[in-house]
């Protein structure tokens, strides 16, 4: 199974600012033929189920603002939210699907500073 | 709209059974991979079970393999999965999710909308 690792586990980030989320798979989620990697980023407001934010380590899914960015390759991910908003408190997690089983990352808590 | 709505969870002792179900609106159901994901207390999200657009195929996670069993109505665009032997630890809102690519069955995949989920709590 592919393990995937976030940190930190939670940040605290004063409005404005920028925040950093990261994400490792114990593998790569990479398929080379394709050159896709197998990455998603999900938000979870409390009592609400998750959003898909990006997909393909890098792709914004409609309608979520362009202050969320996704990056990396292989094992490597970041979640970048610029000039954070109230609103962009949340639990994040990073997904692969390069093969089941479809494990996420144990979340990162995001609040603000 | 286009959305997901689950029922069926609720209170059940330890070793019973129960069956959830999921409706699905406003999109073409028998197009998607449908997925179960389910979220224990306070913890982060465990993918439980997968089925192809046309039930022909299926998968599931370890932790529930062998007490599971997924399956789909296309004609009433109905999502199902019914937990057998249920222990203390499958206590989790139940989430059905979609997948995002359609019509190839891909039992890994990325889930693009979500039901507001329903509540499993196994306790004596």
């Known amino acids: 199974d592919i393990v995937m690792t976030q940190s930190p586990d939670s940040l605290a980030v004063s409005l404005g600012e920028r925040a950093t989320i990261n994400c490792k798979s114990s593998q790569t989620v990479l398929y080379t033929s394709s050159n896709k990697n197998y990455l998603a980023w999900y938000q979870q407001k409390p009592g609400q189920p998750p959003k898909l934010l990006i997909s393909w380590a890098s792709t914004r899914e409609s309608g979520v603002p362009d202050r969320f960015s996704g990056s990396g390759s292989g094992t490597d991910f970041t979640l970048t939210i610029n000039n954070l908003q109230a609103e962009d408190v949340a639990i994040y997690y990073c997904?692969?699907?390069?093969?089941?089983?479809?494990?996420f990352g144990q979340g990162t808590k995001l609040e603000i500073k | 709209q286009v959305q997901l709505v689950e029922s069926g969870g609720g209170v059940v002792q330890p070793g019973r059974s129960l069956r959830l179900s999921c409706s699905a609106s406003?999109?073409?159901?028998?197009?998607?991979?449908m997925h179960w994901v389910r979220q224990a207390p306070g913890k982060g999200l465990e993918w439980v079970a997968v089925?192809?657009?046309?039930?022909?195929?299926?998968w599931f996670a370890d932790s529930v393999q062998g007490r599971v069993t997924i399956s789909r109505d296309n004609s009433k665009n109905a999502l199902y999965l019914e937990m057998n032997t249920l222990r203390d630890e499958d206590t989790a809102v139940y989430y059905c999710?979609?997948?995002?690519?359609?019509?190839?069955?891909?039992?890994?995949?990325?889930?693009?909308?979500w039901g507001q989920g329903t509540m499993v709590i196994v306790s004596s």
């Open positions: 089925i192809s657009y046309n039930g022909g195929y299926e």
């Open positions: 406003g999109f073409t159901f028998g197009r998607y991979t």
């Open positions: 997904q692969q699907y390069y093969n089941t089983p479809n494990n």
């Open positions: 999710a979609r997948g995002i690519r359609t019509v190839q069955y891909f039992p890994a995949d990325a889930f693009d909308l």
